[in-house]
């Protein structure tokens, strides 16, 4: 796997991560707003954008941690055999 791959891997797997992460925030911020007013005291805060910037963020880092580690794994894996 060449660096180019290896990018668009790490690249497709945040993005996935994000997307999946930014639709569950929505969701909380749409059915169970009480959920981010209690967590953060939040007032009169759009909870819809609040969940959904955090779901998007933490499943942004989440989904590169997760690529990373399986680059490493097959890295590791090719060097190995």
């Known amino acids: 796997m060449n660096l180019t791959k290896s990018a668009f891997f790490v690249f497709a797997v945040?993005?996935?991560f994000g997307g999946f992460g930014g639709f569950i925030?929505?969701?909380?911020g749409t059915f169970m707003p009480d959920y981010y007013?209690?967590?953060f005291s939040l007032k009169g805060e759009n909870t819809v954008a609040v969940g959904f910037g955090l779901g998007l963020t933490q499943g942004l880092i989440l989904?590169?941690?997760v690529a990373?580690?399986?680059l490493?794994?097959?890295l590791w894996s090719?060097?190995?055999n």
């Open 37 to 39: 007013r209690g967590v």
């Open 63 to 65: 989904g590169s941690i």
């Open 78 to 80: 090719k060097k190995q």
């Open 68 to 70: 990373l580690g399986i």
């Open 25 to 28: 925030g929505w969701a909380l």
């Open 72 to 74: 490493v794994l097959y």
């Open 14 to 16: 945040a993005a996935l």
